[in-house]
């Protein structure tokens, strides 16, 4: 039996939710029936909303709802230490864990034999260039330990050959070809503070 259209149509949309397949998708959309209106409003327009109203800060790339986000905002970060990786939830876990006090930079294309120089434009040059106007001391690489995080972590660094930059990356603990959304905080807190040189 099919469900009528507009349900079908709520499935297929929760479907598209990454590790949501049939069974859940249909358990949420039923859930969602049962919801008071008020609720479905909060559902929908946080839906439009993010879409709306959520951009990418002209500094580092983070998410916000402003032109610079509260990190770069913030005067009392160490404001000579950047720590790069590849995506705003990254950010936010390494945030969590309060043991990092400087600014970040988000590197949304890693860098392959095949990226073309109008992306080398867009992601990579405005963060050397951020680095050396506002005389950084330190980056840490915080990308994924695999082929193309380490790819793009060797780039910047050849960029960065004749800055005074300390160039490190957060290391131990964490697996070959690991990606650091799956690790245990402590071990990334633990990442974090054994970072080592370039
Ligand atoms: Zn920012």
């Known amino acids: 039996m099919k469900y009528p259209q507009t349900l079908e149509n709520l ?7 990454p590790g949501v397949g049939e069974k859940t998708a249909e358990r949420m ?9 008020e609720t479905v409003q909060l559902f929908s327009e946080s839906l439009k909303d993010v879409k709306t109203k959520i951009k990418k800060c002209i500094i580092c790339n983070n998410i916000t709802e402003d032109e610079k986000c509260s990190i770069c905002k913030d005067n009392t970060r160490v404001q000579t230490t950047i720590c790069i990786l590849e995506d705003a939830k990254k950010v936010q876990m390494i945030e969590k864990l309060k043991v990092y006090n400087g600014l970040y930079h988000i590197v949304e294309e890693p860098v392959t034999p095949f990226i073309s120089s ?6 990579i040059n ?18 994924k330990l695999t082929i193309e ?3 793009t972590a060797a780039y910047i ?8 930059v300390k160039i490190t990356k957060i290391a131990q603990g964490i697996p070959h070809g690991a990606d650091i959304d799956y690790i245990d905080s402590l071990t990334l807190e ?4 054994d970072r080592k040189v370039i």
Not at 29 to 37: G, V
Not at 118 to 123: Q, V
Not at 157 to 164: A, D, G, N, P, V
């Open 11 to 17: 499935i297929s949309c929760y479907k598209k939710l």
């Open 126 to 143: 405005p963060l050397i260039k951020r680095i050396i106007e506002n005389k950084v001391e330190e980056i840490i690489f915080a990308l």
């Open 157 to 164: 660094s050849k960029l960065l050959e004749k800055q005074e």
């Open 118 to 123: 109008d992306a080398i434009d867009k992601n």
């Open 149 to 151: 995080g380490e790819t």
């Open 190 to 193: 633990k990442a974090i503070e």
């Open 29 to 37: 959309a039923f859930s969602t029936l049962k919801m008071d209106e």
